[in-house]
């Protein structure tokens, strides 16, 4: 496999299209929207040159990985991929229609695989022909970064898709997890209602967001807080994720908390919107 097709240009679709495109894949960055492809090439660069400031790779190295980047608004530019990965927002609806598409345009072999941080990787493969073809390649935030990808298996997802998606992840330098389809998988199962919470801490008045945050860091020893870690992540993707939680295992327990819906409501999603827990210049 050489040729990777990456749908969707926004944090999560350009960070993947970055480490394929620097470990020697020709990638594909699709997005309906030229603004949000441009914006994906350009913190692509930004990312490069960030490493490259850091000694981590050389200039000429950079332009390389640049070059082996194309664009394209149109998911035609499948048809010769040996590996699909869509990055799209978190919507049911619109990864059912994505996929839909992919499984008539892309060829019979190539997986097709979902960034998807919680919607289930077998409804996903019900709207293809081929569910033996379909997995999920759940990457971090930042994607060049973090080490780990969470790679969920399906109940249709066949022994060899797993075995190659194993070898792939590993050829990027990460370091894949295989879990088995549940709402939210391992990762956003145990992290969300944690993040929820801290939610709910704040808006109860138990204690300010950096109050919180320095709790988790100071004595969990986490890098992040939960209440920055949402910011960064998306409220609007917490709220999402947190939703599916509620409706696949127990509508009180996973409720998400008023605070949470009312700041995606008024439109203060974190770093994406300048504004969460926390104000945001760049």
Not at 78 to 98: Q, R, S
Request: hydrophobic share 40%; net charge neutral; glycine share 8%.
């Amino acid at each position: 496999m050489s040729k990777v097709a990456v749908v969707g240009a926004g944090t999560m679709g350009n960070g993947i299209a970055h480490v394929f495109a620097q470990r020697g894949w020709n990638v594909t960055l699709i997005d309906t929207s030229a603004d949000a492809i441009a914006r994906g090439v350009e913190t692509i660069k930004k990312n490069l040159d960030r490493q490259i400031k850091k000694g981590a790779g050389s200039k000429e190295q950079g332009a390389e990985t640049l070059a082996r980047i194309k664009t394209s608004s149109s998911l035609d530019s499948v048809k010769d991929a040996d590996l699909v990965v869509e990055a799209a927002t978190e919507n049911p609806d619109i990864k059912f229609d994505i996929f839909e598409d992919l499984d008539r345009l892309a060829p019979k072999g190539t997986i097709l695989a979902s960034n998807t941080s919680s919607i289930s990787i077998t409804e996903i493969a019900k709207q293809t022909k081929r569910p033996e073809r379909i997995i999920g390649m759940h990457f971090m935030n930042p994607v060049p970064l973090m080490p780990l990808v969470e790679v969920i298996r399906g109940k249709g997802t066949g022994e060899e898709t797993v075995a190659r998606t194993l070898e792939i992840v590993k050829a990027l330098g990460k370091t894949p997890v295989v879990v088995n389809d549940a709402p939210g998988f391992v990762s956003n199962r145990v992290l969300m209602p944690m993040i929820n919470e801290a939610i709910f801490c704040v808006d109860e008045g138990v204690a300010t967001a950096e109050a919180v945050d320095q709790v988790m860091k100071l004595g969990m020893n986490h890098p992040l807080g939960p209440l920055a870690l949402a910011d960064l992540i998306g409220l609007d993707v917490c709220l999402d994720i947190m939703k599916v939680l509620q409706d696949g295992l127990d509508a009180h327990k996973y409720r998400p908390a008023p605070l949470l819906e009312r700041m995606v409501a008024q439109g203060r999603l974190g770093r994406k919107s300048g504004q969460g827990f926390y104000a945001y210049r760049d």
